[in-house]
């Protein structure tokens, strides 16, 4: 069975920044299971797997722009330290939920701590970096009427719920 949308697809893989430096990798864990054509993935990759097979094996190397987008140095603020609880103990590199300007959900990293001010980055890590993925594509298979209604997979290597 080939890759196409609406199919669950798993996957072993392994991913590098331009340095070759490995920033994750499903080794040791289960494959990584997702819905093709739902977005559960990078277009970058999910494109670069339309149409492989169970053993197929595909090295790409995504720009930022098919992956997590081009940095955007607007989305890095300082706010006073004082709107954070426990604001003596907030460290670079901590990460907050917070709520974007239109209610939606995001992450933000702390980049930076002084004594008025924490500066954070709603930037996803992975902005403007340029991704490599080594993948062996492990199972493809039809999703169920569930899965589709929700648009990811469920199970073992899927979402849970």
């Known amino acids: 069975m080939q890759i196409a949308t609406n199919k669950v ?3 072993d893989y392994t991913l590098t920044n331009d340095q070759g430096q490995v920033l994750d990798s499903s080794s ?3 494959p990584l299971a997702y819905l093709q054509g739902h977005h559960n993935i990078i277009s970058g990759l999910e494109s670069a797997l339309e149409g492989k097979s169970a053993g197929d094996t595909v090295k790409v190397t995504i720009p930022p722009a098919d ?3 081009e940095r955007d140095d607007s989305l890095s603020q300082a706010v006073p330290r004082k709107m954070f609880e426990n604001a003596e103990d907030v460290k670079v590199g901590m990460q907050f939920q917070t709520m974007s300007e239109q209610g939606a ?5 702390v980049t930076g701590v002084d004594p008025e001010h924490v500066t954070v980055d709603a930037n996803h890590p992975l902005a403007g970096e340029t991704l490599t993925f080594d993948v062996t594509v492990v199972d ?3 999703a169920t009427d569930e899965e589709l209604d929700h648009g990811h997979v469920h199970g073992p290597g899927g979402h849970h719920h």
Do not use: L, M, P
Not at 105 to 109: D, G, K, P, S
């Open 28 to 30: 040791g864990r289960e």
């Open 9 to 11: 697809v798993s996957i």
């Open 67 to 69: 992956a997590y987008g």
């Open 140 to 142: 493809v298979r039809d």
């Open 105 to 109: 959900a995001q992450i933000v990293t």
